[in-house]
């Protein structure tokens, strides 16, 4: 039995998965924005190890998560599954940052420094992260006109870009990203394509499996299968400046 959180996991693919999970016997610590979120799973709590409670715009209350889980105790998988897809505008979150890249980029980040380190972290990702390369030259958007389809693509690359850091910074780690592709859930809306059991099916997988493909780190993952992500997210030099700037932005350091 694996021990696993799972961030946003109050509805859509985070809430699948915890399904998935605990049917298959695992313990799962779940997460939630708000109390009033948490609220939503009360048919889990008989069943789950905790519920972690914090906003992952807020870098205080992403901070106040980690701890929460720390309290719990060592989680055997990470899946970073919570995000956002769209904004109106730039936004500026409690510490000044564009809401996108705080809740896609910069809250997995600092879950990942934060949180005792697990056996195999899992990033939850999408395909439109291959229109995000070039972002470093302004990361939070404090210079360009805002484009929210852009924030959003740029975050996921950074997604792909710290899964494939972590394989090599800890090498003991399996890390992985994974595209569930269009899926119908309140993000993805009812003309999705992918049914939310499909949708969480790899990440699932990738927590728990003993499969060969499985234990092997660094790759990047759509409906159990790898894929060839973008070329940016597998340069080294990349990710090594991406998380020299995320540890700039959010005061922590990756251990």
Do not use: C
């Not at 705080?102 to 005792?116: G, H, K, Q, R, S």
């Not at 899926?183 to 049914?195: I, K």
């Not at 992500?229 to 090594?240: G, H, K, L, T, V």
């Amino acid at each position: 039995m694996a021990r696993i959180f799972i961030t946003g996991s109050s509805d859509g693919l985070g809430r699948a998965a915890a399904r998935s999970l605990l049917d298959g016997g695992h313990e799962i610590v779940l997460h939630a924005r708000s109390n009033e979120r948490a609220a939503a799973l009360a048919d889990f709590v008989p069943q789950v190890a905790g519920i972690a409670v914090g906003d992952l715009r807020s870098a205080a209350e992403t901070r106040h998560v980690a701890d929460q889980v720390n309290t719990i105790g060592r989680m055997d998988a990470v899946i970073h599954n919570a995000g956002i897809y769209t904004a109106p505008d730039r936004g500026t979150t409690p510490e000044g940052h564009a809401g996108i890249l705080a809740v896609n980029t910069l809250a997995p980040f600092m879950l990942t420094a934060l949180i005792e380190r697990p056996d195999r972290l899992v990033y939850l990702n999408s395909g439109l992260h291959r229109g995000g390369e070039g972002s470093l030259h302004d990361l939070d958007w404090t210079q360009r006109t805002w484009d929210p389809a852009r924030a959003y693509a740029e975050s996921k690359l950074h997604v792909v870009a710290l899964a494939f850091f972590l394989a090599r910074r800890w090498p003991q780690v399996l890390s992985h990203a994974v595209d569930p592709g269009w899926v119908r859930t309140r993000m993805g809306g009812a003309s999705a394509p992918v049914d939310v059991d499909t949708g969480q099916r790899t990440q699932s997988w990738l927590t728990v499996s003993t499969d060969a493909a499985a234990t092997v780190s660094g790759r990047y993952w759509h409906h159990l299968r790898p894929q060839q992500p973008a070329a940016e997210a597998m340069d080294a030099s990349f990710q090594d400046k991406l998380v020299a700037r995320l540890q700039e932005l959010t005061g922590v350091a990756l251990p």
